[in-house]
């Protein structure tokens, strides 16, 4: 048996280019980099679904739980993730454990 059968993908945001301190001319941003670690998907059962408040207070329910092995970088919360084949959406919450961490979807 597999522990972390699926992948997790998200793309690091980038830096703001700025300004050359020799020219003054602005400077292109940096691109985000594209991460990828394994992970296991669970989808939410009726008994364990949590309901989250957007910013225009909008109640979103639980769509899944994500975990991952403890030591992997970890996306945002809000940023866009997909988990191929099960979901792409929005971190809504992160729990950093020992052995692993939880990111709810």
């Given amino acids: 048996m597999e522990l972390r059968p699926h992948i997790l993908k ?31 998907f669970h989808l939410a059962t009726n008994g364990a679904i949590k309901t989250f408040k957007n910013e225009d207070s ?20 809000d940023t866009i993730i997909t988990v191929e084949g099960h979901f792409i959406g929005p971190v809504r919450a992160i729990f950093r454990g020992q052995l692993s961490h939880r990111i709810e979807v």
């Fill in 10 to 40: 998200w793309i690091q945001p980038g830096t703001p280019g700025g300004t050359n301190p020799e020219t003054g001319y602005p400077l292109p941003d940096q691109p985000g980099q594209a991460m990828e670690i394994p992970c296991r």
């Fill in 58 to 77: 909008t109640i979103v329910n639980q769509v899944g739980t994500i975990r991952v092995d403890a030591g992997q970088e970890l996306p945002q919360v």
